[in-house]
């Protein structure tokens, strides 16, 4: 459903729009579609199959000419330590062309970048040359940021477990937006930054998506009242409303009604709390490549109608995985090999939990190995060279015959990579995996990974200029 | 020494600059030795790292006895050598293990110890020691701790987390350090049990996974002490997770 579609949708409700001039007013409006209505129009967007098309290709040909070449340049028989070790590659110039559709599906939105979600610093810089914001965890992600000559007005400091010592440190560096979701936070931010403008965090129903964060963090609607209070007794600066869906959510209603509850907490403030009107809605995070477009459809649609243009607000997101997922593919190399059956074997490469695919433990994600390089070949085009699944039709075992487990360097059992793949090569040791759209909640950009050290180097490449 | 109860109900009081914690006074019986209590809260911190396969089954009894005795024997020369280093400024080396790493120092002797008792989210004693920026916490088996099976597991997580990045922030006192950093050591039993919640949330709550260390390499290296304890002694019972505080 293209923009003009979702309007026509959108004027053709029975919903009540919002009515610019009357927005702050004391009066109680229902801004809600019912129930059939909203499942109607999100069954609609979800059957468009305009949607399900990816906004771009990645850059196939660049990056499999990038891990060619550094592959290509290590010999077994001679190499130095370390040149074996895994690498990603990142393309700068998917970041720019994941803005560009940023832009175009979102104009309305100012992204805040998630540092936590991959703090390399070409990638920071970059965002920052666009014109993206920050949001920073830690002390250690503020003064990154700070340190690129980053005014601290964008930065939005959104870490969920704030400690006191977080609170003192953004305001000794003057990052004023901050979030919240308790009375405990609002008593330190009290004492240490009183100024700061805070954007109150509510709960969403986060039920279908990968990652939740409202069974940990958000405040529940019928608690809102509490924080209410607390904001006007300590006199404290409430900005606006800030919401996160979770990662990787299938479903978007949970998206329009974080919207609409973001308006009842807009409205609940000014009027039944005489605050001063809010300025700023921030819709969160958990936006991927894949279901980008769907998501935004719903999120426009929802802002179309509770937070229409002209109102007075300003929208922020916390993008994260969305803006560098799909730039980094990651190598890395099978040092050891053991065979169960004839064609069955536990596949250990020097990458793993514990390097640079933490993710797996910490972000539901599940890297998809494909065959890189084996018996002397390279394999990066067959996008089909492993399966996870196998089906009695297209992907048969007799196509996939080699059954493997795949395993990181340590001997420890969490360090596994995949319990159960299928693939198409018998990959032996010194053979290449990559993993594609590997570039979110990995280690690979930490600065220094607690005193060890970065366990991958990254190769750059920008295809939008080579 | 300080014996901290449930920094979790104490996390914030307003104008009161003990944030996060409250230190209570030893109601210890006056034929009790002080120092020997000291010293038991010395061992039972550093014994929580006894690998139990070191320990064998048959005449366990005994055997456990050994252990404590060379774990006791190593910590007071441990104690004597760092002493004679602060009194006569010696140059001696307090320890020879893993000083090249920061990533293992739970090694190290604590500068100071810890017991916290946290009951909202488990009745049992929680061992801890301070080592220069790090401050180490052994959570003890959640497995039987009845708050990890109810509805309000998931809030109660976030509130003893907090409580000990507080508390681990405020063991700064004199903002020698940049960063202090909690340590916590979950064994691995229980986050396949119970923690998982936590491990998937790590990042957003600003924690990282530290590798335990290797133990091969470090049997083979100069690095490891020559005594017979530092070789029974070892983390990988534990995930071992960081904080920056």
């Not at chain 2, 957003?204 to 290797?214: F, H, R």
Request: proline share 4%; net charge negative; hydrophobic share 40%.
């Amino acid at each position: 459903m293209s923009s003009t579609q979702v309007g026509n949708a959108l004027s053709s409700s029975t919903t009540t729009l919002v009515d610019l001039s009357n927005s702050t007013v004391t009066q109680k409006k229902q801004y809600y579609k019912d129930g059939e209505t909203l499942h109607n129009l999100l069954l609609e967007l979800k059957n468009n199959q305009d949607l399900e098309l990816l906004p771009h290709e990645q850059a196939h040909p660049k990056i499999f000419q990038a891990l060619k070449a550094r592959i290509g340049r290590i010999n077994n028989e001679t190499c130095d330590p370390g040149e074996e070790n895994s690498f990603f590659i990142c393309d700068l110039g998917e970041v720019k062309r994941l803005f560009n559709n940023w832009v175009k599906e979102l104009p309305r939105i100012k992204p805040f970048y998630a540092v936590k979600c991959n703090p390399d610093t070409k990638v920071l810089s970059l965002l920052a040359e666009l014109g993206v914001n920050f949001d920073c965890a830690s002390k250690v992600e503020i003064d990154r940021v700070l340190s690129m000559n980053i005014s601290p007005d964008r930065i939005v400091y959104a870490n969920p477990c704030k400690v006191a010592s977080f609170i003192r440190y953004a305001a000794s560096k003057n990052v004023m937006k901050s979030t919240f979701d308790n009375v405990e936070e609002l008593h330190k931010i009290k004492k240490f930054h009183p100024e700061s403008q805070l954007l109150l965090r509510i709960a969403t129903d986060d039920s279908t998506a990968q990652c939740r964060l409202s069974t940990k963090y958000g405040c529940e609607m019928e608690n809102v009242d509490v924080l209410l209070e607390a904001i006007k007794e300590l006199g404290l600066n409430l900005a606006g409303v800030s919401f996160h869906v979770g990662s990787g959510a299938s479903d978007f209603t949970s998206l329009y009604k974080a919207v609409r509850d973001a308006r009842t907490v807009f409205d609940k403030a000014a009027n039944e709390y005489g605050l001063p009107p809010l300025k700023i809605l921030d819709v969160g995070g958990g936006f991927q490549f894949e279901s980008f477009k769907e998501s935004t459809a719903v999120l426009r649609l929802a802002l179309e109608e509770f937070f229409p243009v002209g109102c007075g607000v300003d929208i922020i997101a916390e993008p994260g995985r969305y803006f560098v997922a799909t730039a980094f593919t990651l190598a890395s190399h099978v040092i050891a090999k053991r065979k169960l059956s004839e064609n069955e074997a536990m596949i250990y490469t020097n990458d793993g939990v514990y390097g640079n695919m933490n993710c797996i433990l910490f972000d539901h994600q599940e890297p998809h190995p494909r065959t890189l390089y084996h018996n002397l070949e390279f394999h990066y085009n067959d996008f089909e060279s492993t399966t996870a699944v196998l089906d009695s039709i297209n992907k048969t075992r007799s196509e996939y015959p080699y059954k493997v487990s795949i395993w990181g360097p340590t001997c420890d059992g969490l360090d596994c990579i995949a319990k159960e793949y299928y693939m198409k090569h018998d990959v032996i040791v010194g053979d290449w995996f990559y993993f594609p759209a590997l570039g979110a909640y990995t280690s690979s950009a930490a600065t220094q990974f607690n005193g060890f050290e970065q366990t991958a180097d990254i190769v750059y490449i920008d295809s939008e200029l080579d | 020494m300080r014996l901290i109860e449930d920094p979790s109900n104490l996390v914030w009081l307003v104008g009161d600059l003990r944030i996060g914690a409250r230190d209570i006074p030893l109601d210890v019986p006056p034929e009790v030795d002080i120092i020997d209590f000291y010293w038991d809260v010395i061992l039972c911190m550093e014994s929580q790292f006894i690998l139990d396969y070191n320990v064998p089954s048959k005449n366990m009894g005994n055997n456990q006895k050994s252990v404590a005795k060379l774990l006791k024997n190593k910590l007071v020369n441990d104690m004597k050598t760092t002493l004679k280093r602060l009194i006569y400024n010696e140059n001696t080396k307090q320890y020879k293990n893993n000083n090249s790493h920061d990533g293992y120092n739970w090694r190290k002797l604590g500068s100071q110890y810890f017991i916290l008792y946290l009951p909202l989210f488990t009745q049992e004693l929680i061992w801890c020691k301070l080592n220069e920026n790090y401050f180490h916490v052994v959570l003890p088996s959640l497995l039987n701790s009845r708050n990890v099976h109810d509805n309000h597991s998931t809030y109660i997580n976030k509130d003893w987390l907090l409580a000990l990045l507080e508390l681990t922030s405020n063991l700064n006192q004199n903002f020698k350090f940049e960063y202090m950093k909690l340590r916590l050591y979950i064994l691995r039993d229980d986050l396949i049990n119970n923690g998982l919640d936590l491990l998937k949330n790590l990042n957003w709550v600003g924690g990282k996974l530290i590798k335990n260390e290797d133990r091969e390499v470090l049997l083979n290296s100069a690095d490891l002490a020559t005594d017979s304890i530092s070789h029974l002694l070892g983390d990988e019972n534990f995930v071992i997770l960081e904080f920056e505080c």
